[in-house]
């Protein structure tokens, strides 16, 4: 068998695990992340996230952009909306400009939130965040 053999013997490609994602200090990326695993973002985006797993904007993260996911941990700065199904967690050094809508919202102190909360249980993901994706690079780049 190849190393890098693509073949799965049993054709099943569910049993893989999936890999983190991470975007490194010092990365500037430009376009939305879809993904099944978990995405980590130290770097600068402009664009969207969205991932059936967790994401972390680190301390030096920065986004330009809307996530969806299913738990997130923010240290860094967002501006869009976040949509998250289950825990929400804005650590001492978070800073979001938009919407939020989660089932659980854990804020320390010294985190900043401008914009509207919606709490509920029976969140559900939504198309909208890769509807806005040309309107926040026109913005960005103004």
Do not use: H, W
Not at 96 to 116: H, M, P, Q
């Amino acid at each position: 068998m190849a190393m890098f053999d693509n073949n799965n013997s049993n054709g099943n490609k569910k049993n893989q695990p999936v890999m983190p994602t991470n975007i490194n200090p010092g990365t500037q990326l430009e376009g939305n992340i879809s993904s099944d695993g978990d995405i980590r973002l130290d770097g600068s985006m402009i664009g969207n996230i969205v991932t059936k797993a967790k994401v972390i904007i680190g301390p030096q993260g920065s986004i330009v952009g809307d996530i969806d996911c299913t738990s997130a941990d923010v240290f860094g700065k967002i501006k869009g909306d976040v949509k998250v199904k289950e825990l929400l967690f804005l650590k001492n050094s978070a800073s979001i400009e938009g919407d939020i809508y989660t089932t659980k919202l854990v804020v320390e102190n010294g985190a900043t939130f401008n914009g509207s909360c919606v709490m509920n249980s029976t969140l559900s993901t939504s198309k909208s965040a890769e509807k806005k994706t040309s309107q926040l690079v026109e913005e960005a780049a103004i």
